[in-house]
């Protein structure tokens, strides 16, 4: 009926009316079909069988655990009883852009050598912890690039000359030359647990070294060791204070210094040129701890040097003259805890401290 | 105990044998209910094989299989650029059974044909007449024969444009741009509604997006444009039934060419038949079966045969003409054919050719061949004006060959994972080059491993390229990688360069080792007293490939610091920047 | 049912139809099969290469006559002809019946005043002779900077290369194929000025004396760069290292190093006519390198400066010896 059908959006289909019906017609149909069916199996096993040039890791991907990978200085047994180690790789500097593009310049510029990573495979698949211990050639670039990597306000730990954090789910370890970072995928206890046996690990198998004495001495008194820094020549702007290892202490003001010299009638000369040199800048303060001290006119801060053998130390910039005897006090009895045979010759140049 | 099945009424009804004595399932099985079933098959294959057009779930799919078995497709490109590239062969899967059954494809596996036929069948209001008078030929139907002659003429002068018309592509390309973002945001919201408001996890919906693990919504420009054509297209089927595959395929038209000698057709029995037209009820390419079939429009649908009151409408093998056999005179009723009567007063029961007149041919034909000149020189297919911002995906073939072989079905675009691939409007290529594959890096970046687009392009428009050519490694180490384009500094919006501000995020995210982007290193003191460190970026242009990924992450959004142009790029020697990528590219070649 | 013709017919109709389809369909499978290209390999362009002859068109080396010619003058009809007797006449180069080129520099849209692009009295003297030495025939080609039509007429060597009898050959896209010279670094494979040079059997360059603001001059050597095509724009990131190549692309029978017009500074476009002086002076030469270290010396007169580079470069290629103070040089006076 017209009128309803202008109404009705959606039509049935109406009968067809041939009269008669083929069974060949239906046979035919059937073939058809299977033809069809044919089709979609060939579609499906073409989708099963992909060619393995579109899936194939490009050249810069990382190496699957597959193929045999040095493990280099990676201790044996960090994985947990449960856990697994996989994606063993090791970088270079030519090809460590491929690990951390971007951030290769950090490393690059702490004289990066080598990187090896790992990743540790809870039970299940989860959680997941990922190592990368960088080989930095020296024990003050791996201090350097841990301290840079640190999060903000962290006072790591210093046990055997190795520096160590464990801060919410990452590691953050040095030992000698090499610098760990591990970071676990959440910050549950089963992370926790495997970055505790890895930490142990680490210091079990890799071989303390001495931290450098200006870290060891200054971290021994609140020093971060990016902090620690190595002047030449013409530290606090005097031209004679040449060779000197400065610390900055946590206010960010604070600095304590140490300054070998050859022998101890110079150090006896360098530590009354600094005595003079403090005073040319400020007013005096009177003595305390056995030096004299001086107000800086500009800062309103109180420095003095002392002398322990042939090494000159002292503070330069602290709150008062209280605070720095005290500082002062702590500097000296580490500097006479220093072991004898420390070599206190110049940093080779165009190392980085920090 | 037995077990009792209850059979429901409208399977007992079903299978009651049929009025003729045949079996029921010769009803059940007929063939217009195999094409049904076929149409069906085909078109969820090609949505399927469209859906797995994506890295996660491409694996091994022939996911440009329909645009490889488009006989047009491989037959255009074959005139256009001489070869026939790849899976291109497959186009004579069609084109062999198109010479021996007519235009079956239309109806049995085209999926255009079948989206047409489907609205027209949902929306039909009208009653039975008026669908007889709806289904017959017009003249109008000509129109698609011109439009394959002005094509391939374009073609064999170098420009290929059927991907304007051609059904698939057509379908492919609205697919890409226009119904898989539309299908992504409805998932999308959808997804968030049922995390949101029903605190289910929506990951059993993940089927329904296009393009699942895109970090963004997807994006197409001049998707309104493809969208409307293709909504406007699918409404005319209300207007004339199948109004695109009857009177603007060029597909249809190219098949209805062969099919001219095709040797099955449908073949009218003039003893049997009545002239009651109802055979037009359903006729779905409006060939006039009730007269003269026109075999160059039949779609082979078989719908005159279920229709036919009298049976008297057949599928045969090279039936003859049969006018001459005719003893008697006709338009008194009294004519006999082979000693029974002839009840039909109509004797015609073929017309092989297409009903387009030569000269109208001839016309079409210096059409294309005036058209051509017309695009191509409005165009920037040359040295100097060449449009600086198409620039074109890696492991392309240089511009003037690229449009011989770009049909514009836009799979590279809709593979590509980062959605930098846009269909080029017509101001950035013109209108050769509308719809052809650019990237905007405003939108994305080239991926440095990727080549999923060389690998889905049909046609070589995007050669197949493998990584280790992209890249210049391994055994393709001294012909260096495939570079897109030149990133360029503007000074004036660089922050450390104009504004005093550090920021070095392109030298960050430079893929290439050793980086593109170098750095010079300034301390300055800013106009507040603060000291600071700049580093200054410039750009090395001997190692810079194009990728784009500079321009996508510079913070200065409104129009970036550091931007693309296609000048540099090693497919093409006239827009060679440096004398040493010039070189290298002419020993390519 | 029906009669046998009927059958007949139908049996006929049933058998062309088969025929064709299956004729179309074999036709359709063998032409796929033709032109199949698997892996694009196939429609990838492959544009012709030429050649140009080995060792160049230069003819054979005279251990008895001079390397240069020096004609010193002011006709450049006699000092022309006067130059190429010095190194043993046009018979030694030319041969009745022989198509040469002569490639002067048109480069700019200068009047010969100016200095920037070669005499057109010389090339008119060059052409004569030639013409007299029963040359064939005779074109002059070059592909300027600038149009060609313009540059051709406003230097004054459209006009006489055509009074003087020679074919004039302009530059078009179509006149380019691509041109393998071995062992180049620059130019391998290079688009080339190919149209003059099909079935010619001699070349001659004939080169003015050009102060060059990047090379420091151009005469003979560098005068090979105007037969080049393609982006010829981008050698000047390596000035020295395409003369060197333009010297290996190129082995003339002679060059002419036209000295009547000295543009010593500001070239090679030049533009003022106080950037010339009167040279004087023709040479001609079976070394280029040799002719243009005369240029340098006597004619530039920067003989207290080191010869630019290019000289070295083409010279380790065993391209010339620059060292023409060392070779025969015959001066003659010429009207």
């Known amino acids: 009926m017209p009128q309803q059908g202008e109404q009705r959006v959606f039509v049935r289909a109406r009968k067809h009316f041939r009269p008669r019906y083929s069974v060949n017609e239906a046979r035919l149909g059937g073939l058809i079909l299977l033809a069809l069916a044919l089709v979609g199996a060939w579609i499906a096993w073409r989708g099963a069988h992909a060619d393995p040039s579109l899936t194939a890791a490009g050249p810069g991907l990382p190496r699957r655990s597959a193929e045999k990978v040095d493990r280099g200085p990676l201790p044996a047994e960090l994985a947990l009883p449960g856990w697994r180690e996989e994606n063993l790789a090791a970088f270079g500097p030519s090809d460590l852009y491929v690990k951390i593009d971007g951030r290769e310049g950090y490393y690059k510029a702490l004289g990066f050598e080598r990187l090896h990573c790992a990743t540790l495979v809870g039970p299940g698949g989860a959680p997941t912890v990922d190592l990368e211990l960088y080989d930095l050639g020296r024990a003050g670039n ?46 549950g206890p089963a992370v926790r647990a495997a970055l505790a046996r890895v930490k142990e690990r680490f210091l079990a198998s890799l071989p303390a070294e001495r931290m450098p004495w200006p870290y060891a001495l200054f971290g021994e008194l609140g020093v971060a060791p990016a902090k620690v820094s190595y002047l030449a020549e013409n530290a606090f702007s005097f031209g004679f204070a040449s060779n000197v290892h400065v610390g900055l202490l946590p206010d960010g003001d604070t600095e304590l210094f140490v300054a070998p010299a050859a022998d101890v009638p110079r150090a006896r000369a360098l530590a009354a040129r600094f005595e003079k040199g403090f005073a040319e800048y400020g007013e005096p303060l009177g003595r305390r701890a056995g030096v004299s001290w001086f107000k800086d006119r500009y800062l309103s801060r109180a420095s003095a ?47 980085k401290e920090e | 105990m037995s077990q009792v099945i209850v059979t429901p009424g409208w399977v007992k009804r079903g299978m009651r044998p049929n009025k003729d004595g045949s079996p029921w399932w010769a009803r059940a099985f007929r063939i217009t209910r195999i094409r049904v079933a076929s149409q069906a098959f085909f078109f969820a294959l090609f949505v399927f094989l469209l859906w797995c057009t994506w890295f996660s779930r491409l694996r091994g799919y022939p996911v440009s299989l329909f645009l490889e078995v488009d006989p047009l497709v491989g037959a255009a490109t074959a005139i256009s650029n001489h070869t026939v590239y790849r899976w291109l062969w497959r186009g004579l899967l069609v084109l062999v059974p198109t010479l021996l059954l007519g235009r079956a494809f239309c109806n049995w596996m085209c999926p255009y044909g079948t989206l047409h036929q489907f609205v027209g069948w949902l929306f039909n209001i009208w009653t039975n007449r008026d669908n007889m008078g709806r289904n017959r030929y017009r003249p109008a139907f000509q ?44 998932h999308a919201n959808l997804a968030a509604a049922l995390r949101v408001r029903l605190g289910m996890d929506p990951e059993p919906l993940l089927f329904l997006s296009s393009a699942p693990g895109a970090l963004e919504q997807r994006v197409f420009r001049g998707a309104w444009f493809v969208g409307a054509i293709i909504v406007g297209l699918v409404g005319m089927n209300l207007v004339i039934p199948r109004f695109f595959c009857r009177v603007l395929c060029p597909l249809g038209a190219f098949l209805g060419v062969l099919s001219r ?34 075999k160059s429009e039949c779609f082979v649908c078989m719908n005159c045969i279920d229709d036919c009151p009298e049976g008297a409408l057949s599928f045969r093998l090279a039936p003859l003409p049969v006018k001459d056999r005719i003893l008697g005179d006709l338009s008194k009723g009294l004519a006999t054919l082979f ?58 073939v240089e511009e003037s060959a690229f449009l011989e072989r770009c049909i514009k079905c836009d799979q590279c675009i809709r593979v590509c994972p980062t959605n930098v691939l846009q269909p080029a409007t017509l101001s950035q290529a013109g209108l050769e080059g509308l719809w052809t594959p650019v990237m905007n890096f405003a939108i994305g970046f080239c991926q440095l491993n990727c080549t999923l687009c060389s690998e889905v392009c049909p046609t070589g428009a995007i050669q197949k390229t493998p990584l280790a050519r992209k890249l210049g490694v391994g055994a ?19 922050l450390p360069w104009a504004m005093e501000t550090p920021c070095v995020v392109c030298e960050e995210v430079c893929p290439v080792t050793p980086k593109a982007i170098g750095t010079y290193e300034e301390e300055i003191t800013r106009w507040d007293g603060k000291k600071v460190v700049l580093k200054k970026p410039y750009l090395r242009p001997e190692l810079c490939i194009g990728c784009g990924i500079c321009e996508h992450e510079c913070p200065v959004v409104d129009s970036a610091a550091v931007y693309v142009t296609a000048v540099g790029e090693t497919r093409s020697e006239d827009r060679s920047l440096l004398l040493e990528a010039s070189r290298k590219a002419k020993e390519r070649t | 049912m029906g009669d046998d013709a009927y059958l007949r017919d139908s049996r006929r109709h049933f058998l062309r139809q088969a025929a064709i389809v299956a004729g179309g369909a074999a036709a359709t499978g063998a032409l796929t099969w033709a032109l199949r290209d698997p892996d694009g390999e196939r429609g990838k362009a492959h544009r012709p290469q030429i050649e140009l002859p080995p060792g160049g068109y230069a003819v054979e080396r005279s251990a008895v006559l001079p390397a240069l010619g020096v004609a010193e003058g002011q006709d450049e009809a006699r000092m022309v002809r006067a130059a190429i007797d010095a190194v043993g006449g046009i018979g030694r180069f030319v041969r009745p019946g022989d198509v040469v080129v002569v490639k002067p520099n048109v480069a700019f849209e200068r009047s010969a005043a100016l200095g920037a692009t070669t005499n057109p009295e010389v090339v008119r003297a060059l052409v004569a002779l030639l013409r007299e030495a029963g040359a064939k025939q005779v074109r002059v080609a070059d592909n300027p900077i600038e149009s060609p039509e313009a540059c051709f007429v406003r230097s004054g060597v459209q006009q006489a290369a055509l009074e003087a009898g020679a074919q004039v050959v302009l530059p078009s896209a179509r006149d380019f194929d691509t041109l393998s010279v071995p062992g180049a670094t620059w130019i391998a494979r290079w688009p080339f ?135 025969v040089v015959r001066k003659v006076r010429a009207g």
């Open chain 2, 476 to 494: 393709f180490a001294d012909k260096g990688p495939i570079s897109i384009g030149t990133a360029f500094f503007d000074r004036g919006r660089c």
């Open chain 2, 143 to 186: 129109i698609k024969y011109l439009v394959l002659a002005v094509f391939l003429v374009m073609a064999a002068l170098g420009s290929l444009q059927i991907g304007l018309l051609d059904p698939i592509c057509l379908l492919v390309r609205t697919f890409t741009t226009a119904i898989a973002p539309a299908a992504d945001l409805a």
């Open chain 1, 305 to 351: 040097a002392g002398r322990e053998g042939r090494l000159v130390f002292g503070v330069h910039g602290a709150a008062d003259e209280k605070v720095g005897a005290a500082l002062l006090g702590r500097l000296g009895a580490a500097v006479r805890a220093l072991p004898g045979g420390t070599d206190f010759s110049a940093p080779a140049a165009g190392a």
């Open chain 1, 142 to 187: 791996a201090l350097g690039a841990a301290s840079g990597e640190l999060p903000q306000g962290a006072q790591p730990s210093f046990q055997d000359g190795s520096l160590a954090l464990v801060d919410k789910n990452a590691l953050f370890l040095t030992r000698g030359k090499f610098y760990l970072r591990a970071v676990g995928s959440d910050e």
């Open chain 2, 339 to 396: 000693g029974e009567k002839v009840i039909s007063k109509v004797p015609e029961t073929e017309r092989a050719a297409p009903a387009v007149a030569r000269r109208r041919w001839v016309f079409a034909a210096v059409g294309g061949v005036l058209a051509y000149p017309f695009l191509r020189l409005s165009a920037a297919v040359n040295k100097r004006g060449f449009s600086p911002k198409a620039i074109r995906p890696p492991g392309s």
């Open chain 3, 193 to 327: 000025f190919w149209r003059p040079f099909a079935g010619a059997t001699k070349v001659i360059g004939v080169a003015p004396v050009k102060d060059h603001n990047l090379c420091r001059a151009s005469m003979t050597t560098k005068n090979w760069y105007g037969l080049l095509g393609g982006r010829r724009n981008q050698f000047h990131q390596d000035i020295h290292g395409i003369i060197a190549d333009l010297a290996l692309m190129m082995r003339p029978t002679l060059v002419l190093l036209d000295g009547t017009r000295v543009l010593f500074r500001s070239g090679p476009t030049g533009g003022s006519l106080a950037d010339v002086r009167p040279g004087n002076a023709v040479v001609a030469s079976t070394d280029s390198l040799a002719a243009d270290a005369y240029g340098w010396d006597e004619l530039l007169g920067r003989g207290a400066e080191p010869l630019p580079a290019y000289f070295a470069k083409a010279a380790a290629r065993g391209l010339g010896n620059p060292d023409w103070k060392s070779q």
């Open chain 2, 261 to 294: 000698f095709a040797l099955f057709r449908i073949d009218r029995d003039l003893t049997r038949c009545t002239d009651c037209d109802l055979c037009l009820r359903r006729c779905e390419g409006a060939s006039d079966p009730h007269q003269a079939l026109r």
